[in-house]
T-cell receptor, first 112, second 117 residues
């Protein structure tokens, strides 16, 4: 079946790195996504990784993909208070040309 | 603002009433999606349009739900005989399949929060 799983909460100290983990089931997805949702705001695409890559870096964001274990992670370096949000891992399943399957989201909170 | 817009932002209704939401996609986008998000969950796919054609519907979209995109631009989502279980955030997204490398990125609107009393 199509399923994406994430831990629900993560708390880190300001300035530390945050690592948000995700596991997925559809190994034929071409891309995997990370979306960010801030309170009262819509979903924003943060970054994506092509399934034939194992790492992608974009400024403070690093995405790691382990296809063998179907594990995706998002690392945020030097976490700031503005990074407080819910982060969703997502994949477009092979069975559909349109929809995206989202995880339940990881709420990232920043401690001073 | 050229992003995806949704109206209304909030809707409170009594059980049994009908409600209609509107989504205006990014103007050059030919694909439009509806999702539903309940508290503590990620968005769940409801339906998808390419231009005016509704090409995919989720099993979540019961007979009380209907979506249209008559001219291939804005879309409406109607819920008839609302139930308390329909209370959720309804999200709209749009995308454009261009000749490009990279994914068919879906851009989301701010959502319509529905509360059924």
């Amino acid at each position: 079946g199509e399923d994406v799983e994430q831990s629900l909460f993560l708390s880190v100290r300001e300035g530390d790195s945050s690592v948000i983990n995700c596991t997925y089931t559809d190994s034929s997805s071409t891309y995997l996504y990370w979306y960010k949702q801030e309170p009262g705001a819509g979903l924003q695409l943060l970054t994506y990784i092509f399934s034939n890559m194992d790492m992608k870096q974009d400024q403070r964001l690093t995405v790691l993909l382990n296809k063998k274990d179907k594990h995706l992670s998002l690392r945020i370096a030097d976490t700031q208070t503005g990074d407080s949000a819910i982060y969703f891992c997502a994949e477009p399943p092979y069975s559909s040309a349109s929809k995206i399957i989202f995880g339940s989201g990881t709420r990232l909170s920043i401690r001073p | 603002d050229t992003g995806v817009s949704q109206n209304p932002r909030h809707k409170i209704t009594k059980r049994g009433q009908n409600v209609t939401f509107r989504c205006d996609p990014i103007s050059e986008h030919n694909r439009l999606y509806w999702y539903r998000q309940t508290l503590g969950q990620g968005p769940e796919f409801l339906t998808y349009f390419q231009n005016e054609a509704q090409l995919e519907k989720s099993r979540l979209l019961s007979d009380r739900f209907s979506a249209e995109r008559p001219k291939g631009s804005f879309s409406t989502l109607e819920i008839q005989r609302t139930e308390q279980g329909d209370s959720a955030m309804y999200l709209c997204a749009s995308s454009a399949r261009l000749a490009q490398k990279g994914p068919d990125t879906q851009y989301f609107g701010p959502g319509t929060r529905l509360t059924v009393l």
